[in-house]
């Protein structure tokens, strides 16, 4: 008893060792695709020149060289002094959306489903006792009623 006790507590250790310790990928930064079509910006996705107005070949060249390094060290400056500070507050955010749901909404949304199931029944036995009989016997008087259409000419 004493070692299978020891053993779920070494598997329940070593989940929550997993949890925080999680394995990244700095090959595939982007796993699930979700920056897939919105960030990714190149120079021909920005700067074209239509046909009959083309600048001087080495303009276009520096300018491309320019766009394309200027990008590339503005990120990775920005990543670097804002980087840190940005997960920190997204964390949080997400802790604190986290706590709010489990702690709050979800506990609100089963009390109300409790509360509105009896409500139904109340509401259901209602209905029964009284629009029931009243729909019945409306639908007797009107089975009375024949419709007889004729076209005239």
């Given at each position: 008893m004493?070692a299978?006790?020891?053993?779920?507590?070494?598997?329940?250790?070593?989940?929550?060792?997993?949890?925080?310790?999680?394995?990244?990928?700095?090959?595939?930064?982007?796993?699930?695709?979700?920056?897939?079509?919105?960030?990714k910006?190149?120079?021909?996705?920005?700067?074209?020149?239509?046909?009959?107005t083309?600048?001087?070949?080495?303009?276009?060249?520096?300018s491309?060289?320019?766009?394309?390094?200027?990008?590339?060290?503005?990120?990775?400056?920005?990543?670097?002094?804002?980087?840190?500070?940005?997960?920190?507050?997204?964390?949080?955010?997400?802790?604190?959306?986290?706590?709010?749901?489990?702690?709050?909404?979800?506990?609100?949304i089963?009390?109300?489903?409790?509360?509105?199931?009896?409500?139904?029944?109340?509401?259901?036995?209602?209905?029964?006792t009284?629009?029931?009989?009243?729909?019945?016997?409306?639908?007797?008087?009107?089975?009375?009623?024949?419709?007889?259409?004729?076209?005239?000419?």
């Amino acid at each position: 008893m004493m070692a299978e006790e020891h053993k779920d507590l070494d598997l329940e250790a070593q989940i929550i060792k997993d949890i925080h310790c999680k394995e990244i990928n700095l090959v595939n930064r982007d796993p699930k695709n979700i920056n897939e079509d919105i960030v990714k910006v190149d120079f021909e996705d920005v700067i074209a020149e239509p046909v009959g107005t083309y600048s001087f070949d080495g303009v276009w060249k520096v300018s491309y060289t320019t766009f394309t390094v200027s990008k590339y060290w503005c990120y990775r400056l920005l990543s670097t002094l804002l980087g840190v500070p940005l997960a920190l507050l997204w964390g949080f955010l997400f802790a604190c959306i986290s706590f709010c749901h489990i702690w709050a909404v979800v506990p609100c949304i089963k009390s109300y489903l409790i509360e509105i199931q009896c409500i139904s029944h109340i509401y259901s036995l209602c209905i029964r006792t009284f629009c029931n009989p009243l729909f019945a016997a409306l639908g007797q008087v009107c089975s009375s009623i024949k419709v007889l259409l004729r076209k005239e000419v």
